[in-house]
Each structure stands twice: as structure tokens, then as C-alpha cells.
């Protein structure tokens, strides 16, 4: 029997089939989808995580051009679901380039993978999983763009360097926006700081020490969420 190969429409049926009111509205204020927020604009259609990825499992023959569909859609879950999708491709490649190629579309895309859990779903499984033994010059350009979600996906990207105790890109890119205005920037630069924290505490308290009384404090806290008492609070009051 011919398997069958699932398509775009019937992507586009299953969500809307598990689609639920009430998620979505509540989605739609974690995500902050009013006007001037950062998700302005934004649809949801109510589905949680685990529902999505079990949707899209069968959709991993969907080609670019129907994944770039669905990041141009101003539905969450389809942008999301594309990115899955993505990802899965990128964890399945084999050749080369064929990475490239996936990287090379994510890029052209960035703008469309625009709320930070988008960012955080795919941007350390493809972007800094393909630049981990290459140049990364491609992420200092994505550090100082307009783009907010760019900004995050270079920061995000070196989360898969920081698992293999590689900390000299986040540090550095850590460092460029230290003046940064958008707290989603802050949380981001200090999980990293945190990551690196878990691996080599000394390395992150000499960031710390340079940087902290001029970092913003979001991005402070998250930093030194792990630390001793009397070292947070050491940092915290600028000491």
C-alpha cells in the first residue's frame, strides 16, 4: 500500500481540528498580542506544545516552500508548527548541504520567527548547531539588527556553543548588549550567563564583576538566579 503524503491543507485541518477558544485567548495575553506589545498581531489558535509536535510528526515532507507559507501565516501555531517541522529536517540531515540549505532558509525567514518562544524552539538547534565548528561572524550582524527577534536569535544560537563549554561568542555578544532596551533581550543575555554560570561559575563571575553595575537588572537576576544568597545580594546591591 502507498503511504500516504500528508499536505498543507491537512496540516492546516488537524490545528484548526484541535483548536481551543479559551487556550487561545489565554495564550494571546501570555504572549502579549495587544497593541504596541511585542506579539502585536499575533493569532492563536489555543493548541498547547506536546499537541502540536505530535501533529506535526507526519508533516516532515513538507518542502520550503510550503514551510515559508506557513511562517508567513499570522497564526502562532503555524509559524510554530513550520519551525518544528524545520527542525526535525535539520536533525534528520545528514549531508551537508543540506544543513546549509535548511540554515541558509532559516535566515531568509528570521523576521517571520518573531515571539521568543519561536526563537527559543529552533534557533539552538539549527542556527547554532550548524555555525558550531564555522564561522560565526553571521551572528554579530544578527546582535546589532533592528530586529528584536534577530537580536535574540543570536544570543539564543550560542546556548548549543555553551553546551559544549564554548563561551567566548555569548560572553561577547552578551557584552554588545549590555545596553540593550527590551527585557526579552535581558532574560535571554542572563539565562546564557546562567548557562555558562552551571558549567564554569568562575568565568561568569568574572562577566559579572566587569559588566554588573551597568547591566540591566533583568538581565541581572536572571544571571544570578542560582547563586548563594549573600553573593545575589552582593551583585543586587552593587557592591
Known amino acids: 500500500m502507498k503511504e500516504k503524503k500528508y499536505k498543507l491543507q491537512d496540516l492546516r485541518g488537524e490545528l484548526r481540528e484541535n483548536a481551543n477558544a479559551e487556550q487561545a485567548k489565554n495564550l494571546q495575553r501570555f504572549f502579549k498580542t495587544g497593541k504596541g506589545d511585542y506579539g502585536e498581531g499575533d493569532i492563536f489558535l489555543g493548541i498547547k506544545v506536546p499537541a502540536q509536535r505530535e501533529i506535526c510528526r507526519k508533516y516532515i515532507n513538507l518542502d520550503f516552500s510550503n514551510l515559508e507559507k506557513l511562517l508567513k501565516s499570522n497564526i502562532h501555531e503555524e509559524r510554530f508548527c513550520a519551525l518544528i517541522i524545520l527542525r526535525q529536517k535539520y536533525e534528520r540531515a545528514t549531508d551537508e548541504a543540506d544543513k546549509k540549505d535548511i540554515f541558509d532558509f532559516y535566515l531568509k525567514n528570521a523576521e517571520r520567527i518573531n515571539n521568543w518562544d519561536l526563537v527559543d524552539l529552533s534557533a539552538p538547534n ?13 551572528l554579530y550582524e544578527l546582535a546589532v539588527s533592528d530586529d528584536l527577534w534577530k537580536r535574540r536569535i543570536a544570543v539564543l544560537a550560542t546556548f548549543t556553543f ?27 543575555v542572563g539565562w546564557m550567563l546562567r548557562e555558562i554560570g552551571k558549567r564554569d561559575l568562575l568565568t561568569e563571575e568574572k562577566f559579572l564583576q566587569k559588566h554588573y553595575r551597568k547591566m540591566p537588572r533583568t538581565m541581572l ?5 542560582r547563586f548563594e544568597e549573600e553573593k545575589r545580594k552582593f551583585f543586587l546591591n552593587g557592591n
Not at 537576576?221 to 538566579?225: F, G, M, P, V
Open 162 to 188: 555553551i553546551k559544549e563549554d564554548d563561551f567566548g561568542d555569548s560572553l561577547k555578544i552578551a557584552g554588545m548588549l549590555l545596553n540593550e532596551k527590551h527585557d526579552l533581550i535581558h532574560k535571554a
Open 221 to 225: 537576576r536572571y544571571a544570578i538566579e
Open 126 to 138: 539549527i542556527v547554532g548547531s550548524y555555525l558550531l565548528h564555522k564561522d560565526r561572524k553571521v
